[in-house]
């Protein structure tokens, strides 16, 4: 129980962070700012990889195997994506310098 | 030890976020997320009681492989739905997560398993299907291979939803009872699937990112719940800050698309909106209508900014408050030009007379003839209150009583902003197809009042 | 083609039709111009500045041969007599208001086009004589009116006293009206507008001037091209009753109403002026069509009891240098929009050559007040 | 006391020394008021309205009866015969250019207080003459050369093309001469300013025109009074120079420098006027004391290769309401401050008393250019 | 339970804090907060080990009454001290709770005793000891019960907080390895009260509100200390919440009273400033200087402005900052003049001019004669760039080169603001006694940057 | 330890919130804030009424008795002293209506 409440702290004070995290975002970062937190929420990615990896069943392992495949796509293809993103208009600050 | 990298992973995500809000600071955002993501998924598969490695680590390379591949060759302009998809993909696995974790209660057997954990079980797998359904049909839609990009509405449409949820948790309910594989498990992820499918139908094409966006919170709650379901802090923390944010930023984004944001979270945010009290034929077409945030972060991040004038203007005496905002922006290095198309307004000269006024420099002034060509280097073009003299019907349109009169070649910049109080004609009676192009964005208000607020959204940047 | 531009013969006019720098533009197009010596001094711009641009510096029969002739006023009746049959003659017609021009045109065989009747539509705007004229009218006679007044326009708060500023009121809100208006703001007077076309209290108000409402709304005040239509005596008496409430305090009148064709509508009259205080005064911008004011005798300053009535009839002359240049810009843009590869098509389905068409092929156009 | 205000008889002269709120304001005080018939009338201000004020309206002869006389200009020779020997008289008497009549004064005996010869310190701000006529000037300048000029002022960006703002160099930056910036700006001119005080640089540009400035650093060109002190000869040709590279793009000069009791300094040459463009207009604000132009006739144009130089000398009469308004109260200022109970005490400890006092128990004082 | 509870107390104080920093939503805000609180001490109380009620209701109750009395009957005026005082307290309280569980720690005798507890003790004793005593001393400069309200500053300063810091840190480290009552427990009080002194006696009596709320974020620390002492998640999340946010506020109000902030942090951010380039002769009279954001607060208050500008409005080019500011406040009810001295500027018609360029109607300029019997209802005036014109002692000192001269009778106004950059005389050279009136606040800066800054200040009120 | 990482999470996460909590604060409600947020840092009573309360010797049960009346008088005064603040202001709110 008392843990419980704990993890139930934790998540309530997240919210709230990630309320109050971002407030003002230009309309430029709203795609980029959306993949990257996409590839965030690819956290999953432990909660597959411990499924995978400590399995107790046949089924819970490719389960668990497809989730870790599933997951790593979305983390590794969303920061990959995002930085790509960010790459195109990192190009067009730095013609606003020159 | 794990939690205390969890913590760490999750600190990086939250600054990693809050960089990633600002155009400056976004490439290093990413990759402190990344590098917070890879600490956490290194501490796991080291201290995290993996057992059979060599699975897991043909997964991730399989997965990363996938993932890199994608990246590379999606052209930008599909951007959008490899979003959907790699989010799709992330609701899938926080669902098959769940699953598995209900094969080890199923496997275990064990009678005291906590009711706690069930019950994130069953919404992990409701919250992850619906993630995934409506993130394939958004990613289909989007490479339109489904439906086209229009929207497609029914009656009863919010009853069926409704509908379908209660009876999604009704077999949450049962599986909750009795947690192992069986029917009413499939059935919630049949029902969720169908949700999700629904939940994005409706939704036009131009409004997808939104709901991509949305859906993005969902797979971060769906995180969170399968963090509740394993017990670890780590996917609580990071899926609920997704979770959270992605909300916030889909209210944002609603914002800057002027939708409504509670109608995009039942779903069914429907057609496009009609542009005010815009004329009979206008209403079919869309416009992109902004506000003066919005707006003021576009004109700050500009290196060169026109403003172009008109009947509206003066109408509106906004000359002094242009001014402030022109000033402002110059304060901000931005550069200023204004052009003076020959008949705006209602007399010649009508639009020095005011501008002189509130005295703008002789210098900023442009004719026609002079800045038209420039046009295409502009960061934005400005337009207070003109509507005829910026009307590209006049070149294109043999048809147009203005056809063949000069006009300032506005909508060759690259993002034009339109101050007026609707999409009513000016002084020549016609329509300006102006304000339907990708590139502009109306900015509905009285002049003087869009123009202090802008200066007063600059300022507030 | 050959464009002849003689120097204006009207006593008291300054301008001319063509300035050096669109000489040179028609020039550089392959066109023959034909500038009489002299034509531009009056208006400051000297026979080098021709010759520079291209013309060919001629006596003053020469340029009445060209296939153009380009003039500001309309022709007198022994420059009407030069002109070649089949030749185009660009300029300020004024045809409603001298029949006996118009027929003497057509009996010579000119194509007369009207200047100042193009159509008040957006598109022929860069062409329009009548704004552009119009425009300087509304300058100069506000300059004209506080050069006369013996007060101070703007208000002056100083040690020695404060200077009320000077109240001004302008009657027709047209472009002349506008421009008026606009200049006695600048000026720092207190500024009203007054006109019967509904439009024009946004417009007025558009310049940040009060709009001077009567208690009465008109409707269908306005015709198609924009110009207002004659009123009726009842509601000209309606006018005078209300400018006559502001007259007493007001300093400087500037009267613009014009009906196209018609006499001016008449809107102050004796008594009204009486009304006024000494040393106020009235600038008659109609005055060449005969005034608004009962007492305007065009080209005179009449006192009558303290107040001086201008009858104006020669404000863009004033400003002959800026009035030239702009109105050479109208006939360049004219002529640049009917001569087609250096010939002359007139596509009589165009609005913008059928409207201001006023004489061709002998006859006298519909335009131009014929059958 | 008995006031007596004459009919200005100076030629051009329009202004009148005692308007008739001020009047009013003096009967008030117990003050016995002796005006000329029709001594207002030039400046709109009607006889009536004087006895309606309290005034005592009256023949050519009786004002200079009284114990106090005011004038506007100096007296001419006749007129000083009048006075009654310990008169007092007000006026601008510009006496250091006339001593003939300062002798004359103090001959007959009579007090005499000159209004344009104030200190110049923030107390005796309202009775300074010099300042009130100078500010007419300078927007009268403006105005009028505004309206000689065949171009118009403001920048105006039209269908017909575009109209060059009006290019307007000030030239002494003194009362006068931010007044005229002030009007220039107001009509939409482009305006610049040149002084040889340093402290005028900020003025000019609080006006929002820009200063002119020298390649050489002036120092010490001002006196305590604030006026400037004559330039020696090289400084002169500088400011000649600095002038010259301006004139060739100016439309509208506006020369107002002065030095007190001096011939103002010549800084627009013959060769210079000659470098000017053609229809541009030069408005000598110091042609009464001869003009900062070679070619300025004081009360004359002069056309020189298409440049006019207009010696202004009556800018106050042409705007004679105002003028003669802001001059009463000046009067009015000093002569309250003068009076106490009804009597005039003459305390020449008193810098306000002392420094204008010209002539007074028969003697020229110092002040005045006497002993 | 107690957990779940402390939970609910930490969310009410989030969405307390929240509604607390908008006017609007303050008063329901600080309800929420206090309603938070009564829950978390209900529970404790009830469910949080407690077993001799007695003396904590009875200390609760002392508390309350003091507590309550205080609040009651301090005047409004006194509400800054207040807060030091309170403040104070509750830095002493976690130092004492921190005690007390030091003497549990050391009545128990159990070895095993964490290291963390007891670091943590060291700190709560640390913090909490440094946030009473600069509490105090902030308290007692307020009331002007020490060394008035002048700054002290010596040299050195700073090398001897450091060092104090430094020997603090050697008595905790010495303590840590022998928790009990001793020498090194009484050092490091002792040192961190000396340290608490040293810390906010630099800072001018201005500047305590920005010192205070820097101590309230320490208390803040001071309590999530105390909470990491007794395991307490309640303490922890709520103290971290006040020390964090206490931080962000003190960096608000350090920009708002233009401040650096790392001065603060580090003490002695120094004397009051002085006048700018001010004359010599005023040097020693005291002028009290404000800035734009309390300015702006007194105006958008007021009911009726008179504006006296002058020959510095006219330098600084500032008429149109100044119609703007003016627009803004007559947005918000405010009544407008424009008092017109006959000689302001520096010719005849000076202000006329500008004030006409600026488009402020003709009926709001007053004369002179015409506005200054009214001078003595008018809330504000505001005097920009006018010297000359509003010295007073053109009517009371005979020996002044403009005595006699009319002046505008501004100083009869409730507050008169003076915008300036400096005590520099103006045209006559002389000085000004309107600059040292009680009534006076002088808002030194060019005359259309403070215009303007005026003007974003109302704005954003 | 686990447990002690737990709390550390609560503490970053909650301080992450406090940052992010207040961001743009019109100088009107400076005081009032501070003032409330001071009153909320009085959340220091629970331990001392668990020092108080639960008091192994005297000592401590002096000191938490102490600390309890210090702390209630943090509190109650903090938000009392809060609410008269905004009261005030509120008042003025209502007058400038009427
Ligand atoms: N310059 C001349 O000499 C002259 C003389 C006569 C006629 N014209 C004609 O006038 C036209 C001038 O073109 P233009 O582009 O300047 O004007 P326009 O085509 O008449 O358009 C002006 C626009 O301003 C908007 N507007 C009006 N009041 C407003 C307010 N308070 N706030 C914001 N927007 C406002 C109106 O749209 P909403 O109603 O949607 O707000 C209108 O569409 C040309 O067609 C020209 O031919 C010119
Ligand atoms: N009106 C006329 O016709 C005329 C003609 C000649 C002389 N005067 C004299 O001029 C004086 C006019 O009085 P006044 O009160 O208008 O002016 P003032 O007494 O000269 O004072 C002007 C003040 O403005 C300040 N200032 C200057 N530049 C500034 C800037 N950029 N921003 C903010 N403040 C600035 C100066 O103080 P800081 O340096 O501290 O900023 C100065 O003290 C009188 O003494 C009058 O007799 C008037
Ligand atoms: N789109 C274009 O190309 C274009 C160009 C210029 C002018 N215009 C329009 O043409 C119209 C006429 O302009 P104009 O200056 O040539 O007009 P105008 O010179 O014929 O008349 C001047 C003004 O007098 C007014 N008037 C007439 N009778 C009156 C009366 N009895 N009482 C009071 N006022 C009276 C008219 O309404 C007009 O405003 C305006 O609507 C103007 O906007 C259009
Ligand atoms: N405090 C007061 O009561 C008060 C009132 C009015 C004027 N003043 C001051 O008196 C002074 C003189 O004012 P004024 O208008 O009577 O001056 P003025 O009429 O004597 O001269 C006009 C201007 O010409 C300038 N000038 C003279 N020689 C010049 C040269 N060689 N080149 C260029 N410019 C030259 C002078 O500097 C002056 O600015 C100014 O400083 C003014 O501010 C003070």
């Given at each position: 129980m008392e843990g419980l409440v704990m993890l139930l702290t934790v998540f309530v004070l997240a919210v709230f962070v990630g309320f109050e995290v971002i407030s003002k975002v230009p309309p430029t970062v709203h795609t980029p700012l959306m993949s990257g937190s996409n590839a965030i929420s690819g956290i999953t990615i432990l909660g597959a990889v411990i499924a995978a990896g400590a399995a107790v069943s046949t089924g819970m392992r490719w389960l668990g195997f497809a989730a870790v495949v599933l997951a790593t796509i979305n983390v590794v293809g969303g920061f990959a994506v995002t930085h790509r993103m960010l790459g195109m208009f990192r190009g067009k600050g730095r013609g606003r310098k020159g | 030890?794990?939690?205390?990298?969890?913590?760490?992973?999750?600190?990086?995500?939250?600054?990693?976020?809050?960089?990633?809000?600002?155009?400056?600071?976004?490439?290093?955002?990413?990759?402190?997320?990344?590098?917070?993501?890879?600490?956490?998924?290194?501490?796991?598969?080291?201290?995290?009681?993996?057992?059979?490695?060599?699975?897991?680590?043909?997964?991730?390379?399989?997965?990363?492989?996938?993932?890199?591949?994608?990246?590379?060759?999606?052209?930008?302009?599909?951007?959008?739905?490899?979003?959907?998809?790699?989010?799709?993909?992330?609701?899938?696995?926080?669902?098959?997560?769940?699953?598995?974790?209900?094969?080890?209660?199923?496997?275990?057997?064990?009678?005291?398993?906590?009711?706690?954990?069930?019950?994130?079980?069953?919404?992990?797998?409701?919250?992850?299907?619906?993630?995934?359904?409506?993130?394939?049909?958004?990613?289909?839609?989007?490479?339109?291979?489904?439906?086209?990009?229009?929207?497609?509405?029914?009656?009863?449409?919010?009853?069926?939803?409704?509908?379908?949820?209660?009876?999604?948790?009704?077999?949450?309910?049962?599986?909750?009872?009795?947690?192992?594989?069986?029917?009413?498990?499939?059935?919630?992820?049949?029902?969720?699937?169908?949700?999700?499918?629904?939940?994005?139908?409706?939704?036009?094409?131009?409004?997808?990112?939104?709901?991509?966006?949305?859906?993005?919170?969902?797979?971060?709650?769906?995180?969170?719940?399968?963090?509740?379901?394993?017990?670890?802090?780590?996917?609580?923390?990071?899926?609920?800050?997704?979770?959270?944010?992605?909300?916030?930023?889909?209210?944002?984004?609603?914002?800057?698309?002027?939708?409504?944001?509670?109608?995009?979270?039942?779903?069914?945010?429907?057609?496009?909106?009609?542009?005010?009290?815009?004329?009979?034929?206008?209403?079919?077409?869309?416009?992109?209508?902004?506000?003066?945030?919005?707006?003021?972060?576009?004109?700050?991040?500009?290196?060169?900014?026109?403003?172009?004038?008109?009947?509206?203007?003066?109408?509106?005496?906004?000359?002094?408050?242009?001014?402030?905002?022109?000033?402002?922006?110059?304060?901000?290095?931005?550069?200023?030009?204004?052009?003076?198309?020959?008949?705006?307004?209602?007399?010649?000269?009508?639009?020095?007379?005011?501008?002189?006024?509130?005295?703008?420099?002789?210098?900023?002034?442009?004719?026609?003839?002079?800045?038209?060509?420039?046009?295409?280097?502009?960061?934005?073009?400005?337009?207070?209150?003109?509507?005829?003299?910026?009307?590209?019907?006049?070149?294109?349109?043999?048809?147009?009583p203005i056809y063949g009169m000069p006009v300032l070649d506005v909508e060759k910049a690259r993002t034009v902003m339109v101050i007026k109080r609707s999409l009513n004609p000016g002084f020549a009676g016609i329509d300006n197809p102006l304000y339907y192009l990708s590139n502009t964005m109306m900015l509905f208000g009285d002049a003087k009042k869009m123009a202090v607020a802008l200066a007063q959204a600059v300022k507030s940047l | 083609m050959q464009i002849g531009v003689p120097k204006e013969r009207r006593s008291g006019e300054r301008r001319v039709a063509l300035v050096p720098d669109t000489v040179k533009r028609l020039a550089a197009a392959g066109h023959e111009l034909l500038v009489e010596a002299g034509a531009g001094i009056a208006a400051g711009y000297p026979d080098e500045e021709y010759a520079q641009g291209g013309a060919t510096l001629t006596d003053a029969a020469a340029p009445w041969a060209g296939e153009i002739v380009v003039k500001v006023d309309r022709p007198l009746p022994d420059e009407v007599a030069q002109l070649r049959p089949g030749a185009v003659l660009v300029a300020m017609l004024q045809h409603l208001t001298e029949p006996e021009l118009v027929n003497a045109l057509a009996r010579g065989g000119v194509t007369a086009f009207a200047m100042d009747w193009m159509p008040r539509i957006t598109r022929a705007q860069d062409m329009d004589a009548r704004s552009s004229m119009s425009t300087v009218q509304g300058y100069e006679a506000v300059l004209l009116g506080a050069e006369l007044l013996p007060r101070m326009m703007p208000m002056m708060m100083t040690a020695a006293g404060t200077v009320a500023p000077a109240r001004v009121l302008v009657i027709g809100a047209g472009v002349a009206g506008l421009s008026a208006i606009a200049t006695a703001r600048r000026l720092g007077a207190v500024v009203e507008g007054f006109d019967v076309r509904p439009a024009t209290r946004e417009q007025v108000e558009s310049l940040g001037a009060r709009f001077l409402a009567m208690d009465t709304e008109l409707a269908d005040t306005q015709d198609a091209q924009g110009y207002a239509r004659a009123q009726s005596d009842e509601i000209l008496e309606l006018e005078r009753q209300t400018l006559a409430r502001r007259l007493p305090s007001v300093d400087l009148v500037i009267p613009t109403a014009l009906i196209p064709g018609k006499t001016p509508p008449l809107l102050l009259t004796r008594a009204m002026v009486e009304s006024m205080r000494a040393g106020s005064v009235i600038v008659d911008v109609a005055a060449p069509f005969g005034g608004n004011c009962e007492l305007t005798r065009p080209g005179e300053i009449v006192e009558h009891g303290g107040v001086r009535v201008v009858g104006a009839w020669d404000l863009e002359s004033r400003k002959a240098y800026h009035a030239s240049q702009m109105y050479s810009r109208n006939v360049l843009n004219y002529l640049n929009y009917l001569i087609k590869d250096k010939t002359l098509a007139l596509a009589l389905d165009d609005e913008l050559v059928s409207f201001p068409l006023i004489t061709h092929g002998g006859e006298v156009r519909a335009a131009g007040g014929g059958a």
């Open positions: - | 030890m794990l939690n205390l990298l969890y913590l760490l992973a999750a600190v990086a995500f939250i600054l990693g976020l809050k960089l990633l809000s600002s155009p400056r600071t976004a490439v290093p955002g990413n990759m402190l997320a990344a590098a917070g993501m890879f600490v956490a998924v290194v501490a796991t598969l080291l201290i995290g009681g993996v057992v059979d490695l060599p699975i897991v680590l043909a997964g991730i390379a399989a997965g990363a492989l996938v993932g890199a591949l994608l990246a590379a060759f999606t052209p930008m302009t599909a951007m959008p739905e490899m979003v959907a998809l790699l989010n799709g993909f992330g609701g899938a696995a926080s669902a098959l997560v769940a699953g598995a974790e209900m094969l080890r209660v199923h496997g275990v057997e064990d009678e005291s398993f906590a009711v706690v954990p069930v019950i994130a079980i069953a919404a992990a797998l409701l919250i992850g299907a619906v993630t995934f359904s409506g993130s394939m049909v958004a990613f289909l839609r989007l490479r339109e291979w489904l439906i086209g990009g229009r929207a497609t509405v029914f009656g009863g449409q919010h009853l069926l939803n409704l509908g379908l949820f209660l009876a999604a948790l009704a077999a949450a309910v049962v599986f909750a009872r009795d947690p192992r594989p069986g029917a009413a498990v499939y059935a919630l992820v049949a029902i969720a699937g169908v949700l999700g499918v629904l939940l994005v139908i409706p939704i036009g094409g131009a409004d997808m990112p939104v709901v991509i966006c949305l859906l993005n919170s969902y797979s971060g709650i769906a995180a969170a719940t399968t963090g509740f379901v394993i017990n670890n802090n780590g996917l609580i923390i990071s899926g609920s800050l997704v979770g959270a944010s992605g909300i916030i930023l889909t209210n944002i984004m609603c914002k800057a698309m002027n939708r409504s944001f509670t109608n995009v979270l039942f779903g069914g945010f429907g057609a496009t909106v009609s542009g005010g009290a815009g004329g009979a034929a206008a209403a079919a077409l869309p416009v992109r209508a902004g506000d003066a945030e919005e707006a003021a972060m576009i004109l700050e991040a500009a290196r060169s900014v026109v403003i172009a004038p008109g009947y509206g203007m003066a109408v509106a005496q906004a000359q002094h408050a242009v001014k402030e905002l022109a000033d402002e922006l110059e304060k901000r290095g931005v550069d200023i030009k204004y052009a003076i198309h020959p008949v705006a307004g209602r007399m010649p000269g009508h639009m020095n007379v005011l501008l002189a006024e509130a005295s703008v420099p002789y210098e900023q002034l442009y004719e026609m003839d002079q800045i038209n060509p420039s046009f295409g280097e502009t960061d934005v073009v400005l337009v207070i209150g003109a509507n005829d003299v910026v009307n590209p019907a006049a070149k294109t349109d043999p048809s147009s | -």
